[in-house]
C-alpha cells in the first residue's frame, strides 16, 4: 500500500479503517445543515453590495445653500495626491482614486484585498462661485469645501445727487409752501 502521510499516520488509514473514517465524515456532513450557511452567506454578500452602493453615494457630497456651494469629501482610502477638483462655470468635477478593502469567498472561507477604484463625480448647474474666496478645511479625515457663490449687482437705480435748488420766483406770502 501507498504510504500517504509521513507523519506516521500510515497504520491509522488503512482499507480496513476507511469505512470508520468515512463513517466519521458522513455524520459530520449530516449534522450541517447548509440551507443555513448558504442563507447567512446572503445576507452578507447583500449587506456588503448595500455598503458599496452607499460607500460610492456618500463619500463626495455637494450641500447647496443660499449664498454658497458646501464640498465634503470623506478622505478615508483617498491620496490627496490622487485627488482633482476641478471648477469650470456651471460645474464642479472630482476625480479621486480610492483604496477599499475587497471581500470575495464563501462562508468563512474568505480573503480580504486592497484595491484602488476610480470615482469620477460631476455636479452640473453650478452658480459661478467666488474664487478668491474659497476656504478649504480638514477634520477627522473629512475634506470640506466652502464656495461663496459671486452676486453681480445690478444698478437697475441711478441716484442723482442735487447740490442746490433753484426756485424761479420767490414769493414771500408764500414762503411757508417752500
Known sequence: MFKIFSFGFSDKLNLN????????????????????????????????LEKDEETESSFIQLKQDDDMYLLTINLRGIDLRELSIRYDPGIIEVNANRSEVQRSGFGILYSNMIVKKSYNRKFENIEEIDTDQVLKNIDNGVLSIRMPKKYILESGTNIIEVDSIEVDSYDEDNVDNY
Open 17 to 48: 479503517n476507511i469505512g470508520n473514517i468515512s463513517g466519521v465524515i458522513q455524520s459530520f456532513l449530516d449534522n450541517i445543515d447548509l440551507s443555513e450557511i448558504t442563507k447567512s452567506y446572503e445576507e452578507a454578500s447583500n449587506e456588503h
